[in-house]
């Protein structure tokens, strides 16, 4: 049980250190990663559990209730992880490139798109 304790104790200090500074893509590395040891910690939980099964002492490990937990952790984790990403704003760009075309007011290559067109769906400016 201590070492159940510190593996989660150690892997959220993890996450929640590294997290607060990482960008998003950093942090969905990071929650893949604890992800991962959920499993792990999970198959160490199925080992321990039928080592103990012999074992006649008075006070005994409520395994499958530590795997359920730790199966919501990592389902909520997949979840999140799951989610599609908001992609970013497009801004049109100028295409007013030389003093030739600003001064002869050349048509730019997105003067039939109004900005507010140009960006996605549910963005405003």
């Known amino acids: 049980m201590r070492l159940f304790k510190t593996v989660i104790s150690v892997g ?9 500074v990482a960008d998003a893509w950093q942090e969905r590395e990071i929650l893949s990663r604890v992800r991962e040891q959920l499993i ?6 199925v080992e321990a559990e039928s080592a103990g099964m012999n074992n006649q002492s008075r006070l005994r490990m409520e ?20 989610a599609p990403m908001d992609p ?7 295409g007013g490139y030389t003093d030739y075309q600003r001064a ?3 048509p ?9 067109r140009a960006l996605p769906m549910g963005y405003k400016k």
């Open 104 to 106: 002869h007011a050349l």
């Open 88 to 94: 970013a704003a497009i801004v049109p760009l100028d």
């Open 12 to 20: 959220m200090l993890a996450l929640f250190s590294t997290a607060s």
């Open 40 to 45: 792990r910690v999970n198959k160490l939980l």
């Open 63 to 82: 395994y499958q209730s530590i795997r359920d937990d730790l199966n919501t952790v990592e389902n909520g984790i997949l979840q999140y992880l799951s």
């Open 108 to 116: 730019r290559p997105d003067a039939n798109l109004s900005r507010e």
